[in-house]
């Protein structure tokens, strides 16, 4: 969909400001490019550890105001995410109005990276869903504020991100069991994509039995012929009799009614906002679900990004600590009686307290 300028500043008087998302933003940019007709929104969080590093989306939004949501959501998230994986950057994030197959040309990424320009490294674009390695090049032709292109850097993060959650795997499973081995486990893996397949396949490697489950056949047959998986309904995956829930698909898996189904001890995987809403962290806990905060077990994919200039070995050596972060963030939950997901919040809300100005 396409929103006219005209449109466009009506509705950000009506919704910037007041919006329930806003949380403290530094600075949120809308840019328009009559032109191409890119309509984006480039939202930068918290630069107190340094500048905005997040991805930019493209996606079909309905109007202005869920783009804006959305935006503002992943932003905040980022500062989170980056402040937690002990990287020095900011949060921010961008979003691309309009279907990437529909409305996507090399002409609007270009505009769209004028846009990042403009800001002066304030943010660092980089992958996220809607856009591809081909499209960080083209925006990298703009603007030197972009990570992730196959050219000048490390390309596709999933791999890091798969890592990162593997090991967050083995702490919670340290945690919960006393045993960190995946041998005689059972993982259900929800989504077999870019960073699902890539787990799947270290999970069988190291001795886990595997159910798996994927809107896309071709995926689950995959997993079935190469390693040995057992396949269900992508709706049935939270409902198996397994060690470990991993969602890398979908948010808002972990919702009220998941989570009076959910059979799993565990849930650990790398799907972005997993928690419906805040509350479903309690209701985890209520049900003694040890959950691995999403955006700390799946942070492997930003440091990739963020520590582009780190060999393959120190950039692995980083990757696996998140399992000691989670590690960490599980006792602490435990002695207090807190949430995982609110002792990771304090995590980050100290480390960001005690950087300095902003940047
Ligand atoms: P992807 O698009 O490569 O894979 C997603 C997979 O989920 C696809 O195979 C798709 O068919 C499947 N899927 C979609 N709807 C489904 C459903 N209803 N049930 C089951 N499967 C379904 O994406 P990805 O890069 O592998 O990322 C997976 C998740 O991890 C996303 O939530 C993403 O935001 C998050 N994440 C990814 C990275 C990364 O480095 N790629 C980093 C951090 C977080």
């Given at each position: 969909m396409q929103v006219s300028p005209k449109e466009t500043l009506n509705q950000i008087h009506r919704t910037?400001?007041?919006?329930?998302?806003?949380?403290?933003?530094?600075k949120v940019v809308f840019g328009n490019d009559p032109d191409t007709g890119l309509s984006t929104i480039i939202a930068i969080?918290?630069?107190?550890?340094g500048p905005a590093l997040g991805g930019c989306r493209m996606w079909p939004y309905e109007s202005l105001e869920e783009a804006l949501t959305d935006a503002l959501r992943l932003s905040h998230g980022m500062t989170y995410k980056n402040a937690v994986a002990g990287l020095d950057f900011g949060g921010g994030k961008a979003v691309i109005l309009g279907?990437?197959?529909?409305?996507?040309?090399p002409e609007l990424m270009a505009a769209f990276g004028r846009h990042v320009d403009h800001l002066g490294g304030d943010y660092i674009t980089g992958e996220d869903v809607g856009l591809t390695p081909a499209d960080m090049e083209l925006i990298a032709r703009q603007t030197?504020?972009?990570?992730?292109t196959d050219r000048t850097h490390r390309g596709d993060p999933s791999p890091y991100t798969a890592l990162g959650v593997y090991h967050g795997i083995l702490a919670a499973l340290d945690h919960a069991f006393a045993d960190r081995s995946l041998k005689g486990r059972t993982v259900s893996v929800q989504g077999l994509g870019n960073v699902g397949y890539a787990l799947t396949r270290r999970l069988h490697e190291a001795g886990a039995k595997l159910v798996v489950s994927d809107i896309n056949n071709d995926a689950v047959e995959r997993a079935v012929r190469e390693l040995g998986a057992e396949a269900v309904d992508p709706e049935n995956a939270h409902r198996v009799h397994a060690d470990v829930f991993a969602p890398c698909?979908?948010?808002?898996?972990?919702?009220d009614q998941t989570i009076a189904d959910l059979e799993m001890p565990i849930v650990a995987g790398a799907a972005n906002n997993q928690l419906a809403e805040d509350r479903h962290g309690s209701a985890l806990l209520d049900r003694s679900i040890l959950y691995a905060p999403d955006y700390v077990i799946n942070a492997g994919g930003v440091m990739c990004l963020a520590k582009h200039d780190a060999t393959d070995a120190a950039l692995e050596a980083d990757v696996r600590e998140i399992g000691k972060t989670l590690s960490a963030i599980f006792a602490g939950a435990e002695a207090e009686g807190l949430t995982t997901r609110e002792v990771a919040d304090r995590m980050a809300e100290e480390r960001l307290a005690s950087a300095g100005h902003r940047h």
């Open positions: 910037e400001l007041d919006h329930p998302e806003f949380r403290g933003h530094e969080h918290d630069t107190r550890l279907h990437p197959r529909k409305h996507k040309s030197a504020h972009v990570r992730g698909a979908l948010g808002s898996i972990l919702n």
